[in-house]
């Protein structure tokens, strides 16, 4: 992808309100990073380099359950940003992510960005906003998910009413 | 006179008691199918009736459908609801392998003439012949409807279809009906009556005294029953009004009377009472057996019996049951005191399938067997869960029916 191209895309998923002064500011301070389909991009646990802006392709997020198996939470598709819990907080990546595509990104490692901070940048400081953003809109999307398992788990599905009744008639009034 | 509420208030007391969600009570209650169909004729006159046909299938789970079919002002959708869920209930309780129907012509049969009725009753089975059968659901008589129109029916059915005797039941003796079926609900009650007198070490009928309201089919046949096991029966009522004699009515006098003047009034051999006299009369066991709903709030203080024996449907409102209850008066409960009338039914449509004919102590040791073995579940439910018999009957009923259903799957 060319240079002015990525810009764009970068611009749309991270710098809305920026100036294109700004927007080159930020896409200067990113690394070019390309991904074969099946490779890892962030691993759970592991410490963040950084945010990432997937510019082409598609990967898939999965967590580890508490039985070890990974379970699939999503999928991805450019544009879109990932790791942007890595680049505000200390904390490990919550989840991995994988290449289901050749992919290619822009990462803005944490450095670059603190480096940025420090200079008090306004363009880096807009980011933050808008990454405020992208996470309040994926803690709604959790909460609705939160009240449809809360909701499954209250109310059984119809086919086992049925078989408590059917035990109730065969035990308890089976005369 | 449908008691289709009180049915329904019966089946959710027996609900709650076995605690059942108000999902499963849905399913048990929903009809498997309501079919409502226009009836028209050319009258003799050249004019044309057009009259509306219901019927409504209430549970074919385990087997076919079962229930008959009146020709009254009064039937409806909402009355043919009840009526078809009571006689799932009912055939589950004697374990007839039958579910419960019910249907009917709103029309005032005696407004037509014979020729009327039968062009009536044909149309309406053209209409209906694709829902009815011998497999699926087996018409018999109700409310103004007799052996006659059971042929009519039957000859109609068989026009369409080929040969199917077992498509209705109470069909006349000479074209494939029962022996024992006109009698058979009588007979059945005084069965049901004296299998509690005797679980219930409450003696014989021999000796007590009886009061019966109603002396259509179901209220001659009990009398005569009674008078044959030696009960005295006090008094009889009926609509034209009622006799009494304080040291037991001539039975069979009375039949013959009653036969040549189409009422119990004016018998010679009895003094004449009111119907409501005759609810509050010192007897043993108090017998209503004609319409729906004559044991109310009330009346039910003024009842002095110590037995009810409802060979009618519905009698006794559901208040009146209670407060019969909370007197310490045992109420033998309709769906399964006059079961006997659908079980002769059931014999009849064996018998056609078998095409063979049962002699009349077959069909009586046979009845027997069915009201006394629903006797001894009902008892054991009434002992062990200490609820009514009418309680008792239901969730008999609920059970067999709900296991037929999860054991199908739905």
Redesign the interface.
């Known amino acids: 992808m060319r240079g002015s191209e990525a810009t764009k895309v970068v611009r749309s998923v991270l710098c809305r309100g920026l100036t294109h002064e700004q927007t080159d500011q930020i896409v200067s301070a990113m690394v070019p990073v390309t991904v074969e389909p099946g490779a890892l991009v962030l691993r759970e646990g592991e410490r963040g380099q950084g945010l990432l802006v997937l510019l082409e392709g598609s990967v898939e997020i999965v967590k580890r359950g508490v039985d070890g198996h990974e379970v699939p939470i999503a999928t991805a598709e450019a544009p879109s940003v990932l790791g942007e819990m890595g680049l505000i907080t200390d904390r490990p990546h919550s989840a991995t992510v994988r290449a289901l595509t050749p992919c290619s990104f822009n990462l803005l490692t944490r450095s670059q960005f603190d480096r940025l901070l420090k200079g008090e940048s306004l363009a880096a400081y807009k980011v933050v906003a808008t990454l405020a953003e992208v996470i309040a809109w994926r803690l709604s999307r959790m909460d609705d998910k939160v009240v449809e398992l809360a909701r499954r788990r209250d109310c059984p599905p119809?086919v086992e009413?049925?078989?408590a009744?059917?035990q109730?008639?065969?035990s308890e009034?089976?005369? | 006179m449908s008691g289709a509420e009180d049915v329904n208030y019966y089946f959710r007391k027996a609900a709650r008691v076995m605690d059942l969600s108000t999902r499963v009570e849905r399913m048990l209650v929903t009809p498997f199918r309501e079919v409502k169909v226009d009836v028209s004729i050319t009258l003799d006159n050249g004019e044309l009736g057009t009259f509306i046909g219901y019927r409504v299938q209430h549970d074919n789970s385990r087997g076919p459908m079962k229930g008959g079919l009146r020709y009254h002002p009064s039937v409806d959708m909402d009355e043919a609801q009840g009526l078809a869920s009571l006689m799932t209930w009912k055939t589950a309780v004697v374990n007839l392998p039958f579910g419960g129907a019910k249907g009917g012509i709103a029309v005032d049969p005696a407004r037509l003439t014979p020729r009327e009725q039968e062009r009536l009753t044909r149309r309406f089975v053209q209409q209906i012949h694709d829902i009815i059968g011998p497999q699926r659901d087996i018409p018999a008589p109700d409310v103004n409807t007799n052996a006659q129109v059971m042929a009519w029916i039957m000859d109609e059915y068989s026009r369409m279809h080929g040969f199917s005797p077992a498509v209705v039941t109470g069909k006349p003796l000479d074209l494939f009906g029962s022996r024992g079926r006109e009698e058979a609900t009588g007979r059945g009650v005084v069965m049901a009556l004296t299998e509690y007198l005797a679980d219930a070490g409450r003696g014989a009928v021999r000796g007590k005294t009886f009061a019966l309201q109603g002396f259509g089919n179901v209220g001659s046949w009990t009398a005569h029953f009674l008078h044959e096991h030696g009960g005295q029966v006090v008094a009889v009522a009926d609509a034209g009004g009622g006799t009494h004699a304080a040291d037991g009515l001539d039975v069979p006098a009375l039949l013959d009377h009653a036969r040549a003047a189409g009422t119990v009034a004016g018998f010679v051999g009895g003094e004449a009472i009111t119907n409501e006299a005759l609810l509050a009369l010192d007897v043993d066991v108090l017998v209503p057996a004609a319409l729906g709903g004559v044991i109310t709030e009330a009346n039910a203080a003024d009842v002095r019996a110590s037995i009810v024996l409802e060979a009618a449907n519905a009698p006794t409102t559901p208040k009146a049951d209670e407060l019969l209850q909370t007197r310490g008066v045992t109420v033998l409960p309709d769906i399964w005191v006059n079961a006997g009338g659908v079980t002769v039914s059931y014999f009849e449509w064996v018998q056609n399938i078998q095409q063979f004919s049962w002699d009349e102590d077959r069909i009586t040791s046979e009845l027997g067997r069915h009201m006394r073995d629903a006797y001894a579940t009902l008892a054991r439910v009434v002992r062990e869960r200490k609820v009514s018999f009418r309680t008792a009957a239901y969730i008999v009923a609920i059970g067999r029916v709900g296991r037929a259903t999860t054991l199908r799957g739905v």
């Open positions: 119809p009413e049925l078989a009744f059917k109730k008639l065969f009034w089976n005369f």
